[in-house]
T-cell receptor, first 113, second 116 residues
């Protein structure tokens, strides 16, 4: 069964304190791995798509990496406005032609000034 | 920048009533999706829709649920007889094309459904 597990469930950082979020996945062939940001009461906001092991993508203070079993979202020198829930999702290559997303439960990040 | 919109933002209904949640996907997109997120839980796939028919549905999407694209812009989710456990955030998403690569799904802001 295709599955996504994120850790930690919650993370509290001081402003400027870098850290990483983990997303482990089990999927019947990976078509793509996605990172989204979700603010309370809002819809997921797209951050990155990763397609193959070894790939990396960066955007401002965020950097996403991918291996054959997991992905990391590295946050460098975070600011309070980076506080949100970060969601990881996968699309399985054998999951049909519809590209449905399978989500993890997310990591709730709180960055304190 | 084009975005997915959803109405209403919050819907309160009595158990057993019918509700229709509305979405306007991004204009040149072809695949449409509904997901739901029960408070404190993960986002779950409900259904995908392409070329005016359902492409795939999850176990959650039983006979009480239906989807429709009544015109060229709207995409709706109907729940015929709501249950308490249908209370959740419902998200609409769309992609321009489902080809060989993984296509990024863009999500709307969601409709919070509260069933009393």
């Amino acid at each position: 069964e295709d599955q996504v597990t994120q850790s930690p469930e919650a993370l509290r950082l001081q402003e400027g304190e870098s850290s990483s979020l983990n997303c482990s996945y089990t999927v019947s062939g990976l078509r793509g791995l996605f990172w989204y940001r979700q603010d309370p009461g809002k819809g997921p906001e797209f951050l990155f798509t990763l397609y193959s092991a070894g790939e990396e993508k960066e955007k401002e203070r965020l950097k996403a990496t991918l291996t054959k079993k997991e992905s990391f979202l590295h946050i460098t020198a975070p600011k309070p406005e980076d506080s949100a829930t970060y969601l990881c999702a996968v699309q399985a290559a054998l999951g049909g032609a519809t590209n449905k997303l399978i989500f993890g439960t997310g990591t709730l990040l709180a960055v304190q000034p | 920048e084009p975005e997915v919109t959803q109405t209403p933002s919050h819907q309160v209904t009595q158990m057993g009533q019918e509700v229709i949640l509305r979405c306007v996907p991004i204009s040149n997109h072809l695949y449409f999706y509904w997901y739901r997120q029960i408070l404190g839980q993960k986002v779950e796939f409900l259904v995908s829709f392409y070329n005016n028919e359902i492409s795939e549905k999850s176990e959650i999407f039983d006979d009480q649920f239906s989807v429709e694209r009544p015109d060229g812009s709207n995409f709706t989710l109907k729940i015929r007889s709501t249950k308490l456990e249908d209370s959740a955030m419902y998200f609409c998403a769309s992609i321009p094309w489902s080809g060989g690569n993984a296509d990024t799904q863009y999500f709307g802001p969601g409709t919070r459904l509260t069933v009393l």
